[in-house]
């Protein structure tokens, strides 16, 4: 079966690849992911604040606030970093010799100050593709979400003055309008969206007065939120989509690709069980396609998405109300 498919103009032999994590920390890590089979290498991410520490002082002047040292907790540490930003350069630059595949650098930051011209550094180191991982909570009251959608669009903008790469956005699922949104960023340059950013909550350690940071991995209960977005943006939309969270079985993959995605992405099922599980789903999707008489990866993709319902905002109404009453004692 061919499984072949195109991300961000890039043309891949499937649709699975590992999403930014530790995967790619080194070239060892890398060669195992792409032994087993990944279309495409995607970096761990570097932060905004890495990028700018040493101009703003940022992490430096947070820890000096000794006043709040158990808000501080909350904060990460300079040396809590896997990587600079003068190594990430490098780290792309040995990724893209040590592989054939796609490499696709990480960027995540909320604002569109002048770390962006890092982008320009990372074309330069040889990147494929750029994710950009714009993870924002909205903590001020008087902060509106249009302020919030402008502020992930300008990015883009910006991004899109300095660069030919193309660029994949992360979104969180917490957005009030996401298909306009979606529309947004795509008329801003983005040339993929990638669904969704998970929300990892810190927990609080009330004897040791301390933020407690817990890594919780996802399942495919977590496939659900994923799906629903990519029925609705697939069918409306040109730009790719990947799905990011809740792909563990070949079931979830397939139910991904129904949804809409172009490609998928997995950490969780391969930091379980290793990075073969990618070439495990692939084997798996092509024989289940085989199976179901499917001639093609593209007769699949997008085939319950919404824009197979005439009315797709009764049809969500419709089955919400179906869902509150599925519930039986």
């Not at 330069?124 to 008087?142: C, K, M, S, W």
């Not at 969270?245 to 993959?253: F, M, N, Q, R």
């Not at 949804?259 to 997995?266: D, E, L, N, R």
Request: glycine residues 6%; aromatic residues 6%; charged residues 25%.
């Amino acid at each position: 079966m061919d499984l072949r498919t195109r991300y961000l103009g890039l043309d891949l032999a499937h649709p699975f690849m590992p999403g930014a994590s530790p995967l790619a920390d080194d070239l060892d890590h890398v060669k195992r992911v792409e032994d087993a089979g990944a279309s495409a290498i995607v970096l761990r991410s570097l932060f905004e604040e890495q990028i700018t520490r040493e101009k703003a002082r940022t992490l430096e002047d947070i820890e000096s606030q000794q006043n709040f040292a158990e808000a501080n907790t909350f904060l990460p540490k300079p040396d809590e970093f896997h990587v600079g930003p003068v190594e990430y350069l490098e780290q792309i630059r040995k990724v893209k010799a040590a592989v054939k595949v796609p490499v696709i650098a990480s960027l995540n930051g909320t604002t569109s100050e002048g770390w962006l011209s890092y982008a320009g550094l990372i074309q330069q180191a040889g990147a494929d593709a750029l994710e950009l991982n714009v993870y924002h909570v909205a903590t001020d009251p008087e902060e509106t979400p249009d302020h919030v959608d402008s502020r992930i669009v300008n990015i883009v903008t910006e991004l899109k003055k300095s660069i030919q790469l193309p660029v994949a956005v992360k979104l969180s699922p917490f957005h009030s309008a996401m298909a306009h949104l979606a529309r947004r960023l795509e008329r801003a340059g983005a040339s993929g969206l990638v669904l969704f950013n998970r929300f990892y909550q810190p927990d609080i350690d009330p004897e040791a007065l301390e933020a407690v940071p817990r890594l919780v991995l996802s399942d495919s209960h977590e496939l659900l939120l994923r799906l629903r977005w990519l029925a609705v943006l697939s069918g409306g939309s040109p730009v790719s989509l990947a799905c990011s969270g809740g792909v563990h079985t070949t079931l979830d993959a397939i139910k991904a690709l129904m949804a809409g995605a172009t490609v998928v992405q997995m950490v969780s099922a391969l930091l379980h069980h290793g990075p073969f599980r990618i070439a495990t789903v692939r084997e798996e999707v092509g024989r289940w396609l085989e199976q179901h008489e499917y001639e093609s990866l593209d007769q699949l993709r997008g085939s319950m998405n919404l824009a197979r319902c005439p009315d797709p905002a009764a049809f969500e109404r419709a089955n919400y109300m179906r869902i509150l009453q599925s519930w039986r004692d």
